[in-house]
C-alpha cells in the first residue's frame, strides 16, 4: 500500500514538474514514460492492495478494484499520447468512478455491520441494566 503510495507521489512530481516548467511550450506534451508509470502504477499498486487486504481479512474479492487495476493498465497506452493535465484527469475520473462502483457494491456489507454493532449495542445495555437492577 505505501509503495503504492510513493510511486503515485513521485508521478505526481513529475507531473507537476512537468506542468509548472515554463520552459515548455504553452502546447503541452505527454508525460514522460517513468512519470506516466509511476502515476498509473502507484494508484493500480494501491488498488491491488487493496484487493489482497480485502481477501485476507473479509476473505472476500473487491471485483470493482480489481477492474479498476485492469481499467488502469488498458489507460496507460491511451494515456501515453496525451497532455500531462488530461492525463491526470483520466487518471483522477477512472479512480472516482472505482471508488463509487466500490461504495455501492459494498453498500450491503456496511448496512450489515452496522446492523450487527447496533444488536451488540442493544444486548451489552440490557446486560448492564439487569445488573445494575440486581446489585444497585
Known amino acids: 500500500m505505501v509503495a503504492g503510495i510513493i510511486l503515485f507521489a513521485l508521478g505526481l512530481k513529475g507531473l507537476l514538474a512537468e506542468g509548472t516548467d515554463p520552459a515548455l511550450p504553452r502546447q503541452r506534451v505527454p508525460l514522460p514514460g517513468f512519470d506516466l508509470l509511476a502515476l498509473y502504477g502507484g494508484v493500480a499498486l494501491y488498488l491491488a492492495s487493496l484487493v ?11 471485483w470493482p478494484s480489481v477492474g479498476a487495476v485492469g481499467l ?23 479512480t472516482v468512478a472505482a471508488t463509487v462502483v466500490q461504495t455501492v457494491v459494498d453498500a450491503p456489507l456496511r ?3 452496522r446492523q450487527v454493532a447496533l444488536e451488540e449495542q442493544v444486548a451489552s445495555e440490557v446486560e448492564q441494566t439487569v445488573w445494575r437492577g440486581r446489585h444497585l
Not at 52 to 62: C, E, F, G, I
Open 72 to 94: 488502469l493498465a488498458v489507460l496507460i497506452p491511451v494515456a501515453a499520447g496525451l497532455p500531462e493535465l488530461v492525463t491526470f484527469g483520466l487518471l483522477a475520473l477512472a
Open 52 to 62: 489482497a487486504l480485502s481477501r485476507r481479512v473479509l476473505a472476500r474479492t473487491r
Open 111 to 113: 448496512r450489515h455491520v
